[in-house]
């Protein structure tokens, strides 16, 4: 049933015409709720933010912030921001911003993908002023635009002196803390016609300082385009003994700077302008635009000055950037029964591009990190892209693998130009679920193209000082061995993709501790499992691992299907692929026969290898691949099953003492979610043993108020031979949040195990949660988690937005790629339908933009009807059905329609 939005202080304007919804919302009085933020960014490169009180922090990168960083704790105390003034001959000037506590009533706040308004009303004086902000999509430009629209809605004339500021930080971030006031000394300033421009001479590095090419500029146009009658180029004129809400030369309605420009103040710059006297008479309006950018090319910011000189630009440029983040980022969108749901999902679809393009950083809870993205934000992120434009995929695919390393382990930070890193801090070290992201995503990029012959690309293995899967480091390599492994030959080694794969799944399959489940390392998806790297082992991955073996081996068969006999795989791999006929078996129930057999390996691969490559069955690999999955399914089976007296569910983890993890522990239930999750994905957890885990989820792991699942249990005291985050606050962060990402894989497992309304349970409750904004105090987003007090946290930059879109096309609505084909496999419920009995998805499949409308016109259930019949321009597409659900239409059913335009097909259900 639909969402009540009568709660909140912000709500969607939906629209009831059929068509996908823009996300559009409103919200008043949105100021009083600290520490909101809204993202605005291009892919010419600005990086920005806002807050209801315009506060914000432009940057093109973390040693380029045009504004001052901010975190989420300063939004509560700092006054820098950006703002409007109108100073009128008597009384207190007009602050669009409004950081007086009684300006929040008049706040009036409206906001879509890509752009953010403000507006503010003044009774008394009849004027209400807006200020649209957004980064233009139509230009490759790093800028960021404010435009300001005053409208005099009383019944006399009104005239006001219009004043507007940007603050210029014009630096790296880390001289917040570090030489803030050397760094000053170093900023030359240069008077433009429309603004001011600031190039320090050089960026400050005890290190070793570099001369400086980056300017940043602030560019002000008054009414059809005209120039400010002033600027104010250091901060201390402009704000006087004032500060950035009050500052002295609007209050004193000063003309012009008291002192004479210097291009060498040796104080913090500001953008600051006072235009020229405006009169409004009754309904008309005059337009301001402000302009921030950051650029090495001085010729590029005069194409600014000239092309924002002209007023209707930049309502067209408004106009291009709002059908930009609809028309060409989002990948999906629904029409159903919940149109605040539809809303949502309008924004969490686009969120995985918000991730590529900040990265895991420059918004204000994203205090870490220079920009770069993780080795699973990588894969994952690629989810939503699989669904809209599966091509441009497959190159971001190739690239990506070049980051594995020969020993199984990988670089684990990708910067913004593609290059590999081994790690954010310098410290070395291996996640131990990284090697299952590329073989999941990779695998579900082939079911959705039938691109078979991707897993046979060849790509090069990532080479640095790290071996042993980072335990140890090569003394001999240099940086003029380059980053790609070598063969002793001296020439670069290249595998397939399906070489690759494997690598990352028998290394970590041998790599066990003493119960037999693959060691944690330096941790797995949860970052805070961080102290347990000698003996802590993680089943839930281990799991997932046994999973993707089977995948795996699954695309072997087709290969043999489509003729393929053998394929070439390094000679030294032959090591672990130990039920190849004639190799060497290990004990696969011995865990020290297993480590000796991953010594060996990683020996043999320490610093460079033979390039001997061995043809290989695929029929023997594929039965290799199985005995291994066959192995840890049944060690999971066997020992890691445990029973809280009612009910039962499996154990996730082992601690760096080799105790188990969960269980009844000094009285106290200790669970996880993710000990849970992979074995029912994996197919691991037998039928029943899925329904044991959902009721034992439902008794110990769900908030009884919100419906949310947290990730543990409270253990009640701090771990320290499991992980840091046991430390944090209960309820915060990896301690027992309703973290977004385990919980939406969670239902999307309960989907694979076809219980769609335990699925719908889990995922309903992370949009009621975000959607109670009195509560969550965000923005329209699918936050990283929400905390004890069910607040959202870290918005927009989540992996667990790709998964949410890929769990409600893929299995809520059933629409998805197998082996090429087209599966449409619909577990929706009654209460997905709705009043209206159907359901429409937009989405991309075998080249051709579709509108699939889902009919249930019996209102029957989830698990208790069919597909009746599919059409399409009024023609039946024949099917076939699948034993497990659903039918499955022919990749070239779809492929011989047309590929201009969008095609309506229809989907029939019935019992």
């Known amino acids: 049933m639909p969402t009540d939005p009568s709660h909140g202080w912000w709500r969607f304007q939906n629209k009831t015409d059929g068509r996908p919804a823009d996300g559009t919302f409103v919200a008043q009085g949105a100021g009083h709720v600290g520490r909101l933020y809204f993202p605005l960014a291009n892919e010419g490169g600005m990086l920005s933010w806002t807050s209801p009180l315009l506060q914000g922090s432009p940057a093109i990168g973390h040693h380029h912030y045009l504004s001052p960083p901010l975190t989420a704790e300063d939004l509560a105390h700092s006054l820098v921001h950006r703002d409007f003034w109108m100073v009128f001959s008597s009384g207190e000037p007009f602050s669009l911003a409004g950081f007086d506590p009684r300006a929040l009533a008049s706040r009036r706040i409206t906001g879509g993908p890509g752009w953010f308004s403000l507006t503010r009303r003044s009774p008394a004086r009849g004027l209400e002023a807006t200020a649209v902000l957004w980064c233009p999509s139509d230009l490759a430009e790093p800028v960021e635009l404010m435009r300001v629209t005053v409208t005099n809605t009383g019944a006399s004339p009104v005239r006001f002196m219009p004043y507007a500021a940007v603050p210029l930080y014009a630096r790296s971030a880390d001289n917040v803390r570090d030489h803030r006031h050397v760094t000053v000394l170093l900023h030359r300033l240069e008077l433009l016609k429309h603004g001011l421009q600031v190039k320090p001479t050089m960026s400050f590095d005890e290190r070793g300082h570099r001369l400086n090419a980056m300017r940043y500029a602030v560019l002000g146009f008054g009414p059809q385009g005209a120039p400010p009658a002033a ?14 809400a009050a500052p002295d030369a609007v209050w004193k309605r000063e003309t012009t700077p008291h002192r004479p420009f210097r291009s060498d103040p040796g104080l913090e710059a500001i953008g600051a302008f006072r235009f020229k ?14 302009v921030s950018g950051a650029t090495e090319q001085n010729q590029r910011i005069r194409r600014w000055a000239r092309i924002f000189s002209r007023p209707e630009l930049a309502g067209r440029s408004l106009e291009k950037t709002k059908r930009y983040w609809l028309a060409d980022v989002r990948p999906v969108a629904f029409v159903s029964d919940d149109r605040n749901l539809d809303s949502w999902l309008t924004w969490v679809s686009i969120q995985p591009m918000l991730r590529r393009l900040y990265g895991n950083s420059y918004l204000p809870q994203f205090d870490y990190g220079r920009g770069g993205r993780g080795w699973r934000d990588l894969w994952q992120d690629c989810l939503a892209l699989l669904l809209s434009d599966p091509a441009s995929v497959r190159g971001i695919l190739l690239h990506n693998f070049g980051g594995i390393r020969i020993d199984g382990s990988n670089a684990t930070i990708i910067g913004k130009d593609g290059s590999f890193i081994a790690d954010r801090n310098s410290i070395p070290r291996t996640w131990m679920d990284h090697g299952a992201w590329p073989a999941l995503t990779t695998l579900l990029y082939v079911d959705q193209t039938g691109d078979t012959r991707f897993l046979l690309e060849e790509r090069e293995y990532f080479r640095d000082p790290q071996i042993f899967r980072c335990r140890e480091q090569d003394a001999k390599w240099t940086p003029a061995y380059g980053n790609a492994l070598r063969m002793r030959s001296g020439r670069v080694y290249r595998g397939t993709l399906l070489e690759h794969m494997i690598v990352q799944h028998v290394t970590a399959f041998f790599n066990v501790g003493e119960h037999n489940q693959c060691l944690l390392e330096g941790a797995d998806w949860n970052d805070g499992l961080d102290m347990a790297a000698q003996r802590g082992e993680s089943v839930a991955f281990s799991a997932f691992y046994a999973w993707n073996f089977r995948r795996l081996a699954h695309w072997l068969d087709r290969l043999r299907e489509e003729g393929m006999d053998s394929i070439l795989l390094a000679e030294e791999l032959l090591i672990l692929l130990d039920r190849l006929p004639g190799a ?45 999955a066959d192995a840890i399914t049944g060690e999971i089976r066997r020992h890691e099953w445990l029973t809280d007296g009612k009910r039962g569910f499996f154990n996730g983890y082992y601690d760096n003492r080799g105790r188990r993890v969960e269980g009844m522990r000094a009285g106290r239930m200790r669970m996880t979610l993710t000990g849970q999750v992979f074995p029912i994905m994996s197919g691991i957890a037998t039928e029943p043993q899925v329904d044991a885990v959902v009721r034992c989820v439902n008794a110990h792991l769900r908030d009884s108020g919100t419906g949310g699942i947290r990730l543990n249990t409270d253990f009640g005291s701090i771990q320290p031979d499991l992980g840091r985050a046991f430390s944090f606050a209960y309820g915060e962060k990896e301690n027992g949040a309703v973290f977004s990402h385990m919980a939406v894989m969670y239902a999307y497992a309960l989907y694979l195990r076809r219980r769609p309304h335990d699925g719908r349970r889990v995922w309903q409750a992370l949009y009621r949660m975000a959607n109670d904004s009195s509560v969550a105090g965000i923005f329209p987003c699918l936050p990283e988690y929400f905390n004890a007090d069910n607040r959202g946290m870290y918005s927009y930059l989540t992996g667990s937005a790709s998964w949410l879109i890929y769990l409600v096309l893929t299995q809520v609505c059933g629409l998805r790629g197998e082996k090429g084909n087209w599966v449409v496999d619909p577990q929706l419920t009654r209460d997905d339908f709705g009043k209206q009995k159907s359901l429409t998805a937009h989405f991309q499949f075998a080249g051709r933009s579709l509108e699939v409308r889902i009919e249930n016109p019996s209102n029957v259930d989830a698990g208790r009807y069919r597909v009746k019949a599919i059409r399409s321009r009024g023609h039946a597409l024949a099917f076939t059905e699948r034993p497990e659900g659903g ?24 019992v």
């Open 584 to 628: 060497r078996r290990i004990a696969y129930r011995s865990p020290s026969a297993k480590r000796a057999a991953l010594r060996r390996y990683l020996e043999e691969v320490a610093r460079d290898i033979s390039g001997k490559q061995h043809l290989v069955k695929l029929d023997a690999l594929a039965k290799d691949l199985r005995a291994k």
């Open 887 to 910: 039918v499955t239409v022919a990749r070239s059913a779809l492929s011989a329609l047309p590929k201009a335009g969008t095609h309506l097909i229809t989907v029939a259900l019935g």
């Open 277 to 290: 006297p405006c009169s409004l008479a009754p309904g008309r309006s005059a337009d301001f635009l402000i």
């Open 231 to 244: 600027v104010w180029s250091v901060e201390e004129d402009f704000l006087g003994s004032g500060t950035f």
